[in-house]
T-cell receptor, first 113, second 113 residues
């Protein structure tokens, strides 16, 4: 089955710097790759996603890139702010009806001002 | 629109006790999921229901049972709780499996002593 590896597990940056989180997946049939943000005491919330027919997607300060050949995808956050501090999860969806998302283990991002 | 609701928010059980975690969504979603979240382990899928009337095992189903009561409700039952089931449990729902955003509930923090 699908396996998703996420790195780093923790990331500390200064306010205004960029942050990059990387994920690799094992199932070449996976074709949907979302990123979720989880704030303390809350459930995860979708922040951006990408499908396999697209190489890059951007939404204001957040961007995701996908390299299907290498089976990895990355989250880029520019001009980080203290409110970006949270746990971020990547996920992959195998291309089979009835299957569910497989999540990475998460990255704790700390943005200090 | 309440989204995904979970009850209870907190629960303490003794080893061997049973309980049911309740989940309901009001978004007319077809698919529902139960995850557990443990430190350093990310979100691991316990069971999911791709559509009303169907349920399937996820990565860590042992010790749990589920019921898709109707399109809105998906419950998770622990028949004989064990300390290893101490975790935060999240319910989620999507319009359909695969490509769609998962909406998460606020979670249930369960402690088994």
């Amino acid at each position: 089955g699908e396996n998703v590896e996420q790195h780093p597990s923790t990331l500390s940056v200064q306010e205004g710097d960029s942050a990059v989180i990387k994920c690799t997946y094992s199932d070449s049939a996976s074709n949907y790759f979302p990123w979720y943000k989880q704030e303390l005491g809350k459930g995860p919330q979708l922040i951006i996603d990408i499908r396999s027919n697209v190489g890059e997607k951007k939404d204001q300060r957040i961007a995701v890139t996908l390299n299907k050949t290498a089976k990895h995808f990355s989250l880029h956050i520019t001009e980080t702010q203290p409110e970006d501090s949270a746990v971020y999860f990547c996920a992959a969806s195998p291309n089979q009806a009835g299957t569910a998302l497989i999540f990475g283990k998460g990255t704790t991002l700390s943005v200090s001002s | 629109n309440a989204g995904v609701t979970q009850t209870p928010k907190f629960q303490v059980l003794k080893t061997g006790q049973s309980m049911t975690l309740q989940c309901a969504q009001d978004m007319n979603h077809n698919s529902m999921y139960w995850y557990r979240q443990d430190p350093g382990m990310g979100l691991r899928l316990i069971y999911y229901s791709a559509s009303e009337g169907t349920t399937d095992k996820g990565e860590v189903p042992n010790g749990y049972n589920v019921s898709r009561l109707n399109k809105r409700e998906f419950s998770l039952r622990l028949e004989s709780a064990a300390p290893s089931q101490t975790s935060v449990y999240f319910c989620a729902s999507t319009l359909g499996t695969g490509y769609y955003e998962q909406y998460f509930g606020p979670g249930t923090r369960l402690t088994v002593t």
